[in-house]
């Protein structure tokens, strides 16, 4: 195996799934254990300023190899899986020369990757796919994204007639919890631009992301014997459901894509007394999602009208922006970007992202930090993979990025 595959199946051994009803940074003691692994192989390479923090945020600096003034680069992935499905006790499978047919992930429990629900198999017949047995998610999302970023810099260690400057490179935690960049100092992070780089297929590179809040909505209710109920008993349940389908049916995740913006209930708990409904609310356009986040407050008001009582309470936080209005004004980072990925014989294409990365956090913390593709496909369950050559092709941009700065 080549050594971006040596070192993802290495790091997908370790189970790092961040917990976000966990306050504490990082949230899941596994990802320190991650942490330190990644820590001593960095200083075994040769890297300098090697170190993890208090939070286990793991930062090193490859030097520059000329004293020719070199703008500084970053280089970011996250070691956490999500907490959505289980990341412990990986067992990947290699599936060599891929003939374009449904693979069958494990017969127990009749889990297969069919290319008629999972169209872009298609687009790696010949190719080595890596996936899981079916019982977990494979953390290709973010552990290939740390693979291809060490091997990237390991290779350059290893040439030093190829002339660089400084890159910076920096393994988060809880980023799958939306806090990856909570606690990232900056300041310590020297550099002109970042990337993040973290799923996507080969040649993407995106610069746009969805702003983002999260919704809760806490409905009180008035509990009564049922049998002595009648205009007395208000049932918070039925009030949820009434505030529910005052949401627009056309703005669920399940029928949007592109630009499209979406409401989703993503929990829903309670009893006649009390009940609590959490959302997410996502668009690309500042405007719209400001209009989706009225709806909700909207939506409380009516019934509070309509109950002559104060019964619905709609909070919302918002979480990330947008970060195009960010990297736009650094159109350079983009023609590096293209020119590495022309001279790896791929075409850059950029699409929105219709989530949030930690470069959305930094972007505005004054850091530019658009994302590139790691190669891989369905994150966050067991219908996740990635191909052997997606990955090479990762290590062979990251490399050439890093080469084309130098030119600049």
């Known amino acids: 195996m080549s050594q971006v595959v040596d070192r993802f199946i290495s790091y997908v051994g370790y189970e790092t799934a961040s917990d976000g009803q966990v306050e504490q940074c990082p949230s899941t003691e596994n990802q320190r254990v991650f942490g330190n692994v990644l820590v001593k192989e960095m200083q075994a390479m040769g890297l300098q300023k090697v170190s993890i923090d208090a939070n286990s945020y793991v930062m090193g600096m490859l030097p520059a190899n000329t004293k020719r003034k070199i703008r500084p680069i ?31 992930l494990s017969k127990a429990s009749k889990v297969s990757l069919n290319p008629k629900e999972f169209p872009e198999l298609k687009n790696y017949i010949g190719q080595t796919l890596i996936t899981t047995d079916g019982s977990t998610l494979l953390g290709a999302d973010d552990k290939a994204g740390i693979a291809e970023i060490l091997t990237a810099v390991d290779a350059l260690i290893k040439q030093p007639g190829l002339e660089h400057g400084e890159v910076w490179i920096c393994f988060t935690p809880d980023e799958e919890i939306g806090r990856g960049a909570d606690l990232f100092e900056v300041k310590k992070f020297p550099v002109d631009f970042a990337l993040t780089v973290d799923g996507g297929p080969v040649g993407e590179y995106v610069y746009e992301n969805f702003n983002a809040a999260g919704a809760q909505v806490e409905i009180t209710g008035r509990s009564v014997h049922p049998g002595s109920a009648k205009n007395k008993m208000i049932n918070s349940l039925e009030i949820a459901m009434q505030f529910h389908h005052l949401m627009p049916q056309a703005a669920k995740p399940e029928y949007t894509d592109g630009y499209d913006g979406f409401i989703h209930l993503v929990k829903v708990d309670g009893n006649i007394e009390k009940a609590t409904l959490l959302y997410i609310i996502r668009d690309h356009d500042s405007e719209k999602f400001e209009q989706l986040k009225s709806i909700l407050v909207n939506a409380g008001g009516y019934l509070n009208n309509r109950y002559q009582q104060d019964l619905v309470k709609v909070m919302i936080n918002d979480q990330y922006k947008n970060m195009k209005e960010k990297i736009e ?6 023609e590096i970007v293209r020119t590495a990925m022309q001279q790896a014989g791929i075409e850059l294409f950029t699409e929105p992202v219709r989530g949030g990365t930690d470069g959305a956090r930094l972007s505005f913390m004054g850091l530019p930090t658009p994302n590139l593709f790691t190669g891989g496909h369905n994150g966050h369950g067991p219908y996740e993979f990635i191909s052997v050559q997606s990955m090479e092709k990762a290590v062979a941009v990251i490399q050439k990025i890093i080469l084309e700065v130098a030119k600049q």
């Open 74 to 104: 970053g280089l970011i992935a996250h070691m956490d899986t999500s907490p959505d499905f289980s990341g412990e006790n990986v067992k990947p499978q290699f599936h060599e020369n891929y003939d374009g047919g449904t693979i069958h």
């Open 329 to 334: 004004p650094h159109g350079y980072i983009m």
